[in-house]
């Protein structure tokens, strides 16, 4: 089965075209800045290694940093209508009341706050009024507002306020965009919110981006179905990713993790991945990225939902030192490493000169940078140790030695011997890791909310047959699904026998 993965970075546009398990054609291309030019480089290079008569691809798997990205610099965000269902009990913190002011103002969002909404046991908190969110629609549907994110109290535990506002909505506004908080988010009413209106803010850009990659993939003359990496280390069908895009953030650290797993054959190991900007290290648990369970904020933002357990640093191939405090970072020349760094002719020293330097790595022109200060060099390798070094100890849930998995572009970076790591791997093709780790990944579905009022083994048949409609939903064939994970956590001051059940499946693609 040929598939090719790309993952496009912030420095760097990675694609791979394997066969099976076996890569065929690996390119590592700088990342355009309309992204697009490198995303057709890419794929014309590995597109490249298929001949006349050959078997074609059957799937092209993509992620991307586009969504974050958008978060992150403020832009291509779309205006979003809030409308939270908890009056009385809600209206002290109004949505978005903890987002930043830059962010807040480049979604300028309608808000609408109506009575409704349970209590923690799933009783009703006060009955929900219609006309209420009936007024409410038709003031969105006059303001020219698409994009919509339903929230309502305990709406995980029950959602029924949360669907029936958005029939209702929809009755207003047939074509609009509409995100139900329980489909995201987990108990805690603001991080939920804010993750379904991170979402709504991004679905416009979410269209564009798959539409986007299908000319691209057309004019390559690529037919095959393509899907979008998830932060899980799995895909979703575009068009299924592209309504909910929140689930892509972080996707790129996600898709090295899977292939740093495929590559050392450890399915448990740490792995750290270097990019051009930054470096994230995680934990491999069973071949897949330990998932956060606590509060992740994504550009200021306080969210509770699906993410991957990551500590982000400052420490990339392209990071800028100062060569005169020797300063490392935070500052990254980015994809323009090919015409800043010293040793490719520019004027910007970066912790790759300093590599290059010290011999640990040949690429560009050594001569320019045979003037550096050895203690310079030395100082600036020892501080980069450093800095791996107390960031992989705060991601180590032991205090035995774990292995440490080094991929990415950057990962001369990594010293060959650190503190609590009991090896540091060094594998072949490491640099297009993210890639690879596209190209191989299953579909997965998955359910994580609060059940009521059922027994034990109703709440986890009830969650396991969702996780797997998901699945399918997300392009998984039916019968090569199998659980990955369940979790089933009583709640004690719930009554009605009530638990939270997260169960986890995943599956092969299903090729039509």
């Known amino acids: 089965m040929k598939r090719i993965g790309i993952d496009v970075g912030g420095t760097n546009t990675d694609a791979v075209l394997i066969d099976g398990n076996t890569i065929l054609s690996s390119v590592k291309v700088p990342t355009s800045q309309d992204v697009m030019s490198g995303v057709k480089a ?16 059957d799937a092209v798997m993509i992620g991307t940093t586009h969504f974050t990205n958008a978060v992150v610099e403020r832009a291509r965000l ?9 009056l009385p009990s809600g209206s002290s913190l109004p949505p978005m009341c903890d987002w930043p002011n830059d962010l807040r103002e480049a979604v300028d969002p309608l808000v609408f706050m109506v009575h409704g909404g349970h209590e923690y046991d799933g009783s009703p908190l006060v009955p929900m009024v219609p006309d209420e969110i009936r007024d409410a629609a038709m003031k ?20 029924e306020c949360e669907v029936t506002a958005a029939e209702i909505v929809r009755s207003v506004i047939p074509e609009a965009r509409i995100t139900l908080s329980h489909t995201l988010g987990r108990i805690g009413l603001l991080e939920r919110e804010n993750v379904a209106l991170l979402n709504a803010a991004l679905q416009s850009l979410g269209k564009t981006t798959v539409e986007a ?39 790129g650290p996600t898709n090295s993790m899977r292939g740093a797993a495929f590559l ?3 399915n448990d190991a740490m792995v750290v991945d270097v990019g051009g900007t930054t470096s994230d290290i995680g934990c491999l648990v069973g071949g897949f990225p330990r998932e956060a369970n606590n509060i992740v904020h994504v550009g200021g933002v306080r969210t509770l939902f699906r993410m991957p357990d990551l500590l982000p640093i400052a420490l990339g191939g392209g990071t800028i030192i100062d060569p005169q405090t020797g300063k490392i970072g935070p500052r990254s020349v980015g994809y323009r490493i090919l015409n800043e760094a010293r040793v490719f002719g520019g004027e910007t020293l970066t912790t790759s000169d300093v590599a290059v330097a010290a011999g640990l790595i040949d690429m560009g022109d050594r001569d320019r940078v045979k003037d550096l200060d050895p203690a310079l060099v030395t100082a600036s390798l020892a501080r980069i140790r450093e800095m791996v070094t107390d960031s992989f100890d705060q991601m180590k849930t032991s205090a035995e030695d774990v ?31 993210n890639a690879l780790g596209a190209a191989m990944a299953q579909v997965s579905g998955e359910v994580d909310r609060v059940f009521s009022g059922v027994s034990r083994d109703e709440a986890m048949a009830a969650a396991e047959k969702e996780a797997q409609n998901a699945a399918i939903a997300s392009g998984a ?7 990955l994970e369940v979790e089933d956590i009583p709640i004690a ?20």
């Open 264 to 266: 050392s054959a450890l």
């Open 493 to 512: 001051y719930l009554p009605g026998d009530a638990r939270r059940v997260r169960v986890r499946v995943i599956g092969d693609i299903a090729f039509h």
């Open 403 to 433: 292995p440490l998995i080094a991929v990415g572009g950057g990962a001369f970076l990594i010293p060959d011997r650190i503190a609590g790591a009991s090896e540091v791997l060094r594998v072949e093709k490491a640099g297009v890791a």
């Open 78 to 86: 779309e205006r979003v209508a809030a409308i939270r269902i908890a």
């Open 140 to 159: 969105i549907r006059d303001a020219g507002i698409m994009s919509i994110a339903i929230s309502a109290t305990f709406s995980p535990l029950t959602m």
């Open 477 to 483: 064939g039916r019968s090569s699904l199998q659980t």
């Open 213 to 251: 990659f299908a000319i691209a993939l057309r004019q390559a003359g690529i037919t095959a179905p393509f899907f979008l990496t998830q932060n899980d280390g799995t895909v979703a069908l575009a068009d299924v990713a592209a309504a909910n895009p929140v689930h892509s953030f972080a996707s």
């Open 42 to 57: 890419a794929l014309a290079h590995v597109r490249g290694a298929i001949r006349p008569g050959d078997k074609q691809i």
